[in-house]
């Protein structure tokens, strides 16, 4: 059983930076994958990018590609979304999330935190 929690969220105006912060616990984390989401009122949750966390190996949707950073911290047990030149629509509630292999990596995780709200103003 894994557990994840969120955390970093708040305001922020546009072209303002954010990093968000999931701590994780649980047993065998060597083969895990790491992800992020997000939800926008009255829309689907969308696949963000993923990480590794032996390996460090990461993945990114297209549109964010260039903004969002994923990475992780052995040490500390956390994965950490690092976003910047944020625009009011990437307002959401952003969710990470954990599985055991990497395949079909944008989808299939079995593990999800409580999520944290994030508001870009402009």
């Known amino acids: 059983q894994v557990q994840l929690v969120e955390s970093g969220g708040g305001l922020v105006q546009a072209g303002g930076s954010l990093r968000l912060s999931c701590a994780v616990s649980g047993r065998g984390f060597s083969s895990y994958v790491m992800g992020w989401f997000r939800q926008a009122p009255g829309k689907e949750r969308d696949f963000l990018a993923a990480?590794?966390?032996?390996?460090?190996?990461?993945y990114y949707e297209d549109s964010v590609k260039d903004r969002f950073t994923i990475s992780r911290d052995k040490a500390q047990n956390t994965v950490s979304l690092q976003m910047s030149s944020l625009k009011v629509e990437d307002t959401a509630v952003y969710y990470c999330?954990?599985?055991?292999?990497?395949?079909?990596?944008?989808?299939?995780?079995?593990?999800w935190g409580q999520g944290t709200q994030v508001t870009v103003s402009s």
């Open positions: 999330a954990a599985k055991q292999n990497w395949n079909r990596v944008s989808d299939g995780y079995d593990y």
């Open positions: 990480i590794r966390w032996s390996g460090g190996v990461t």
